[in-house]
């Protein structure tokens, strides 16, 4: 059986690879089973010349690849004499293991030009010809099962169809067209005369009955251009999936830059259009960050501009042009072929946003990252935005050489707070015009919400059930009761199972870094998770539980291949939260990035146990101050050490022990000690402490990791300390203003680095730098102006890796070769602060933004 699975998979590749002969102008030809049996599908240029080859392989859920026999392939094409003109993938359904994973990073490295590490595992010298030969070779790991491969196929077809009346019939003569295809490349592999195994442009085309050539309607930048314009011109900003709010003004919706040696202000999306480079977006769950992608598609194309949408979750490892052509086709409501895709990619004047890049899993985000590599390093074709939660992630999707301009979602402020006040209109407020009854709702709302009332999603959705007399005091209890207003809405029963299978099938997806699933998986994993809870004397069918979650809009389909998709992301994590704290699904043993909001469910709906905390503060330690306040375990005998071992994964510095001393209030006082020495003091052992150490006091119901957080929040405020400096000397030349901004930019670089190193928690360092970004600048000085203030040297910069400044070379700011690429100041504002205090501000705002909390470490 495993056996017949591996030549369907293969065939199916076979069948993709046919259709990219016509998606590409410059191929001719696919031969299935290659000439040497280490080529499974070779591709051919019109003029006969090897283009790209690959080998197609599967492996079962127990096994992974690993270096020695993935080497064993790499080496035996390395020694093929049309090595060295064409490309190589190894693809396969199978997971890595570490040494495997080795192996791809050492092919990624030999194709940015770095032959070291492959050349250290194949033996050989850097310049040796197998290293040459390899330097466009790499692994592509597609894990969809024949079924999805063959569904893709047919998508691609039914772009490609002449004279078809409707949508159905598109569909079904695609499955037979993808049909006719499989049974002849399964038919060729077989001959034994290796040209009879070639499959030319003109046939493929005549057993799949479409053009072999694209056609015109369908070429960009042509007709198909004009169409997109007029239609995302006319379009609405909203998210890709059914309303669950009444939908706030989009016009309110705004950006800020995260990076820069000056605050900036909120803009527009439109900002986002503004410089040469790639721009990523970022913003907690719920802020708006799809909704900023679809407003900035509206608005550029009606300025002329052309933005093209897509969803991370959609892309599939090697295909970005299918993603494209996606992104075109929810606008024009019509299937665009991936020669389409291509060419948007390919052009300049387009500028193509990736949503929700940092929620898909790693592996998968690494495959974006190496599609993108050559055109964005380069500069070449598309622009490219991408959003979403993680900005670490974001970063780590482009180029190291790239610096990125890095914006965030603003978040509501209450001028937006009331005017979603007067949309929705809860009871009690329909007249009230921002008076009483309107500030007592809002009140309401940023008690149970706290700050994740600044998030335009939560605060709509719980206007939605204030305005219905729904109460509820968390997150969680606002979730929670939304999901039964959806299946209200619905008409559902047995909601509450549904939402139990969800949470345990959304639980397992988490674990893998995702919250989509396709059909196939999809099934297979309410299928599994419908078992587990069967053990426990609940029975489902699959089929009804599917059907429910879509009827209510928990789940829903996107893109042709029909991923499934939770009606919002935090959706997802909310029901995994709920299934972890009703003991339904276990929590992973190492938590990463992205699993902070199930996290944070799961401890609002079930608590914070020892266990949890020790977790969280190891793996994930900005997580641990929103966290904390929802510790309420009692302090007992123990704590003091539970205390300090918490600290000890927070805390950058030398170990240090706790001591606790409760006051008669039933506050209770925490102090550093020395190491190892830990535990409860009295009121004369305290007081004398104080005298030498500096104390936190905490409320009576904080639990230990409560304790731990407001002990390390101490801890930074000292190390971000700074002393007061005396102002700048007034700078009369261009030169001098150059020479002491240059000087104090490279100050403020040091200072950086050196708090990075002091603040940081253990092994925690790099997503605080990337949070932070460069912490370079380059800058141009302009002539001297005057203003309100008086005579200032007005400057715009970039934030870089290095430090370089340069005096403008005209008179005017307005031929600045930065003008509209990053931030405008003036060097005294700049200056002002001194150096050590400008870094100090950008490391606690960066903590500020990684821990979710405004007043930490404040």
């Known amino acids: 059986m495993d056996t017949v699975r591996g030549i369907a998979y293969q065939q199916a590749q076979g069948v993709l690879a046919a259709l990219e002969v016509l998606d590409d102008p410059e191929l001719g030809s696919v031969r299935v089973e290659g000439a040497d049996d280490v080529v499974d599908i070779e591709l051919f240029a019109r003029g006969g010349s090897l283009r790209r080859a690959a080998q197609v392989k599967i492996r079962t859920d127990r096994n992974t690849w690993g270096r020695q026999e993935l080497l064993v392939v790499f080496r035996r094409w390395a020694e093929l004499p049309g090595a060295s003109g064409a490309s190589f993938e190894f693809v396969t359904n199978g997971r890595l293991g570490p040494s495997g994973d080795l192996v791809a990073e050492a092919l990624d490295a030999a194709g940015a030009g770095d032959f070291g590490p492959l050349a250290g595992m194949l033996g050989g010298d850097l310049g040796a010809p197998e290293c040459e030969a390899l330097a466009t070779a790499r692994i592509r790991q597609d894990l969809r099962s024949t079924v999805a491969l063959l569904a893709q196929a047919e998508r691609q077809v039914v772009a490609m169809l002449p004279h078809v009346r409707t949508d159905a019939d598109a569909r079904e003569q695609a499955r037979h067209a993808v049909d006719r295809l499989f049974l002849e490349l399964f038919e060729r592999a077989g001959l034994v005369d290796p040209d009879d195994r070639v499959l030319r442009r003109e046939e493929i085309a005549g057993l799949l009955g479409v053009p072999p050539e694209q056609s015109a309607h369908q070429r960009w930048p042509g007709p198909v251009r004009n169409r997109y314009l007029r239609a995302a011109a006319a379009s609405s900003p909203g998210s890709r999936i059914p309303a669950v709010v009444v939908r706030s003004p989009a016009e309110g919706l705004s950006v800020r830059r995260l990076d820069g040696q000056v605050p900036e202000r909120s803009r527009p999306v439109t900002a986002l259009l503004e410089g040469p480079g790639p721009v990523v977006l970022t913003g907690r769950t719920g802020t708006g960050k799809t909704t900023a992608a679809d407003l900035l598609r509206t608005e550029a194309a009606r300025r002329g501009r052309v933005v093209v949408v897509a969803h991370a979750e959609a892309y599939l490892p090697g295909r970005l042009t299918t993603l494209v052509a996606d992104g075109l086709s929810a606008v024009l409501d019509e299937v665009m072929p991936l020669a389409t895709g291509a060419q948007v990619l390919s052009d300049s004047d387009v500028t193509l946003v990736i949503d929700g890049v940092s929620e898909v899993a790693d592996d998968v985000r690494q495959e974006l990252r190496n ?61 009230d015009n921002g008076g009483p009854a309107a500030r007592t709702m809002l009140a309401q709302l940023e008690r149970a919400l706290g700050d994740a009332s600044d998030s335009p999603l939560l605060f709509s959705m719980g206007l939605t059930l204030l305005a219905e007399g729904v109460r509820f005091a968390d997150r969680a209890g606002l979730y929670g009761a939304f999901v039964e207003r959806l299946a209200g809405r619905a008409g559902a029963v047995g ?86 704290a009703h003991h339904l699904a276990p929590l992973p043993s190492r938590l990463r990035q992205g699993d902070d909001q199930r996290v944070l469910f799961a401890a609002e709906i079930g608590g914070v146990g020892a266990e949890l905390a020790e977790r969280v503060v190891r ?134 680095s050196r708090l990075l190193a002091a603040v940081s928690p253990p092994g925690h360092r790099g997503l605080l730098e990337a949070q932070l970004g460069p912490t370079g600048l380059r800058a141009v000085v302009g002539s001297r102006a005057s203003g309100p203030w008086g005579d200032h040297w007005p400057v715009d910069f970039v934030p870089d890796a290095e430090v370089v400044v340069l005096a403008a070379a005209g008179s005017s700011r307005e031929d600045s070769p930065l003008r509209g690429h990053g931030g405008r100041s003036s060097v005294e504002v700049i200056l002002d602060k001194g150096a050590a205090a400008e870094a100090a501000e950008r490391v606690r705002s960066a903590l500020k933004t990684l821990t979710g909390d405004h007043s930490f470490p404040s």
Do not use: N
Not at 398 to 406: R, T
Not at 498 to 525: K, M, N
């Open 619 to 752: 793996d994930l330690p900005f997580t641990a101050v929103p966290l904390s306040g929802l510790d309420d375990r009692a302090l007992s005998h123990g704590s003091p050490g539970e205390v300090a071992a918490l600290l000890g994964h927070l805390d950058a510095g030398p170990p240090r022990g706790v001591a606790l001393w409760r006051m008669r209030d039933g506050r209770v006082v925490a102090l550093r000690t020395a190491p190892g020495d830990a535990g409860w003091i009295d009121e004369p052992a305290a007081r004398s402490l104080l005298r030498t150490t500096a104390g936190t006091v905490v409320a009576p119901d904080a639990g230990p990791l409560a304790v731990a957080v407001r002990l390390w929040r101490q801890v930074l405020l000292e190390r971000l300390r700074t002393p007061p400096v005396l102002p700048p000397p007034r700078c009369d030349t261009v030169e001098e203003a150059c020479t002491m901004l240059e000087e104090h930019a490279g100050r403020s670089a040091a200072a950086v």
């Open 495 to 580: 909601i509450t199972m549904v939402s139990r299978v969800l949470g345990v099938a959304y639980a397992g997806l988490l674990d893998r870094g995702r919250r989509h699933a396709d059909p196939f998986e999809w099934f297979g994993l309410l299928e599994r998770a419908a078992g587990s809870l069967g053990a426990v004397g609940a029975t489902f069918h699959v089929r009804e539980l599917d059907s429910t979650a879509r009827r209510c809009g928990l789940v829903t389909p996107i893109g042709w291949d029909q991923t499934l998709v939770p009606v919002h992301d935090s959706f997802a994590d909310y029901l995994a939260g709920a299934a972890h």
């Open 371 to 431: 599609e993108l590599l050559a055109q964005v390093a380069a500069g070449r074709g598309a622009r490219v935005v991408l959003i979403g939660r993680d900005v670490a992630a974001l970063r780590a999707t482009l180029p190291s050489s790239v610096q990125p301009a890095c914006y965030q979602v603003s978040p509501l402020d209450e001028d937006r707070k009331m005017d979603l006040l007067s949309v929705l209109r809860p009871t009690g407020a329909e007249d």
